[in-house]
C-alpha cells in the first residue's frame, strides 16, 4: 500500500471513455426511446488529492424526461472483488415538475444531491465534482455510475457502466504544490467601530427623550450594551462616538432636518446627562429625511403596491417635497404602503463607537480570537494559525474565520484557494481565486485547478507563466506536469 504525500495526487484519467449502447445509442433514435433516458459520459475522471478521492463526471442528458418523472443518477464507487463501496451524492435529472417537486419536498432529503430540470428538446449538459475521504480499499476499486428511473417513488433500474478506475503504474504519482502568500506585517494603528441603529419614539413634532415611551427603554438599552462591549475592553481606547439621525420623508423638507437635528442633539444631551458615554467625545449630526433607506427598500422590495411608480420619483431630480406631492397623488396606494410599513424605519439614529486596538503576541492573539477577533489584524491570525501548523483541522479552523472576518480581502482569499486545492476542490478553489489581485502566486493555483479539471495544457501554460516570474515552486510544479508527457509518449 502507498503512502501519498500531503501534495500528492494520481494521475487523472483524462481520455474519453467509450460507453455501452445503452447508456449511449444512435443518436438519431435518442429523441424517440421512451424509456431508455438517453445520456452520454462525455469524460469522467478519478484521483487522490491529499486524502480525498477527487471524482469528476461530464454527463450529457439527451432524451427527454416524461411528466412526473425523473432520472437519477448515483454514483459510486465500487470494488468488484469484495463489493465494497462508497456512494457519491445523486444526480437528479428531473422534468419541470419533479424539479419543483424536488425543491420542495426532497431538497432536505438529499442535501448535498444534484438536480437539474431537463428542458423538453434541449441536451442538458451536467459537471460533477465531488470528494469523500480516501481509505486504502479504493486502491483496487472503479468508478460505477447506475442510472435509474422515478416515477411516483416506484425506482426502476436503467442500466449501469463502469466509467473509471485508478491507474495501475509504478511510477512516482506526481506532486501538487499549491501555494499562498503571507500578508505582511501591518504596523498601522489598528482602528475599528462597534454599530448599530437604534429606532426611538418621539411624541409628534417633539424631540424630547422620553426613556420610557413606547420602545424606548429597549433602543436605549441597544446603544449603551454597544457603548459597553467597548469600553469593557481593556486592550482598547475609544476615540469618540457618533450619532447621526434621520426623520422620515414625511411632511416639509425644512421641518425634518429641524426635527433630525434637534432629536439628535437631545440624544447626545440624554447620554451625557445619563453618564452612558461619560468621557467619550460625541459628534451629533441630523441627516434629515432618509431618502437613502427609502431608495433601498424600494429597489429591494419589488412586492410594494406601484413601486416601479415610486421608484422613477424617488430617483428624480425634483427637490424634495416636489417628489413626496408626486408620490401621493400619483401612487397612492403606493405611499400609503410604505407611509405604513416603510417610513417608522427610516426614523432611525445610526452610532458608531470608534476605538483603536493595541498590538498583539502570538500568546495574546489566541484569547481574543475567541472573544473579539476582530480586534486581530491579519497578520497577527496567520501568526497564530502557524502556531498549529501541524494541526491540519485546528489551523483549518482559524483561516476560515478570519475568511469570515476578511472576505474580501486578497490574501486570505488566496490562502483558501491553496486550502480548498489541498482537498481536490477546484471550483471552490477557483471562486476564492476571482477575488485575489494579480501574483505569480494566483497564476500557479489557477494552473493547478486547469489541472485538476482535466485541461492538462493550460495548467502547463500557467505554471510556466508563474514559473517565468520567478516563484520557484512553479519551477516544481511545471517539473512534475512534464513527467504526464514522458508518461503519455
Request: glycine letters at 4%; aromatic letters at 8%; charged letters at 25%.
Amino acid at each position: 500500500m502507498k503512502i501519498y504525500s500531503y501534495f500528492t495526487t494520481l494521475l487523472f484519467l483524462m481520455a474519453p471513455l467509450t460507453v455501452a449502447a445503452s447508456l449511449a445509442p444512435d443518436n438519431n433514435k435518442t429523441r424517440k426511446a421512451k424509456y431508455d433516458y438517453v445520456m452520454t459520459v462525455d469524460r469522467s475522471a478519478m484521483a487522490v488529492v491529499d486524502s480525498n478521492v477527487v471524482v469528476s463526471l461530464q454527463l450529457t442528458a439527451i432524451q427527454d424526461i416524461p411528466f412526473a418523472q425523473s432520472v437519477i443518477v448515483a454514483p459510486e464507487l465500487i470494488d468488484t472483488t469484495t463489493l465494497r463501496k462508497a456512494e457519491f451524492p445523486l444526480i437528479f435529472i428531473n422534468s419541470r415538475n419533479q424539479q419543483i417537486y424536488f425543491e420542495r419536498d426532497l431538497k432536505n432529503e438529499f442535501p448535498n444531491a444534484l438536480a437539474l430540470q431537463k428542458k423538453n428538446g434541449e441536451d442538458l449538459h451536467i459537471e460533477y465534482l465531488r470528494t469523500i475521504k480516501y481509505e486504502s480499499w479504493m486502491d483496487n476499486a472503479v468508478l460505477k455510475v447506475k442510472k435509474k428511473s422515478c416515477a411516483c417513488k416506484e425506482f426502476k433500474d436503467r442500466g449501469e457502466e463502469i466509467v473509471a478506475s485508478f491507474e495501475k503504474k509504478k511510477e512516482t504519482p506526481i506532486k501538487l504544490f499549491p501555494v499562498y502568500l503571507l500578508p505582511p506585517a501591518d504596523k498601522s494603528v489598528k482602528v475599528r467601530h462597534e454599530k448599530g441603529s437604534a429606532y426611538l419614539c418621539f411624541v409628534v413634532n417633539k424631540w424630547d427623550i422620553l426613556p420610557d415611551y413606547m420602545n424606548n427603554p429597549s433602543e436605549l438599552q441597544k446603544i449603551h450594551n454597544s457603548v459597553n462591549i467597548v469600553k469593557n475592553d481593556s486592550n482598547v481606547t475609544i476615540q469618540k462616538m457618533t450619532i447621526e439621525g434621520y426623520a422620515s420623508p414625511e411632511g416639509s423638507n425644512s421641518h425634518n432636518v429641524m426635527l433630525s437635528e434637534k432629536r439628535t442633539d437631545a440624544l447626545r444631551q440624554y447620554l451625557q446627562r445619563v453618564g452612558m458615554v461619560k468621557g467619550i467625545r460625541m459628534e451629533a449630526r441630523g441627516r434629515g429625511e432618509n431618502w437613502d433607506g427609502l431608495l433601498k427598500y424600494l429597489r429591494e422590495n419589488k412586492t410594494i403596491p406601484q413601486q416601479s411608480t415610486l421608484l422613477s420619483i424617488a430617483t428624480s431630480s425634483a427637490d424634495p417635497d416636489a417628489k413626496e406631492k408626486r408620490m401621493r397623488s400619483e401612487a397612492p396606494q403606493g405611499y400609503a404602503y410604505i407611509l405604513k410599513n416603510v417610513y417608522p424605519s427610516l426614523r432611525c439614529t445610526n452610532y458608531t463607537v470608534t476605538y483603536t486596538v493595541r498590538p498583539f503576541t502570538v500568546e495574546e492573539s489566541e484569547v481574543v480570537f475567541e472573544t473579539r477577533p476582530i480586534n486581530l489584524n491579519l497578520n497577527e491570525i496567520y501568526k497564530l494559525a502557524d502556531k498549529y501548523a501541524d494541526n491540519q483541522e485546528k489551523y483549518y479552523s482559524i483561516i476560515r474565520k478570519a475568511y469570515l472576518l476578511y472576505p474580501k480581502d486578497s490574501y486570505i482569499n488566496l490562502t483558501m484557494a491553496c486550502l480548498a486545492l489541498r482537498k481536490g476542490e477546484a471550483d471552490e478553489a477557483a471562486e476564492y481565486l476571482s477575488k485575489v489581485n494579480n501574483c505569480p502566486e494566483k497564476t500557479m493555483n489557477l494552473g493547478i485547478v486547469a489541472y485538476l479539471k482535466g485541461d492538462v495544457e493550460k495548467a502547463m501554460q500557467l505554471v510556466d507563466q508563474a514559473s517565468r516570474q520567478g516563484l520557484k515552486e512553479a519551477t516544481q510544479q511545471l517539473e512534475e506536469f512534464k513527467k504526464l508527457n514522458k508518461k503519455n509518449n
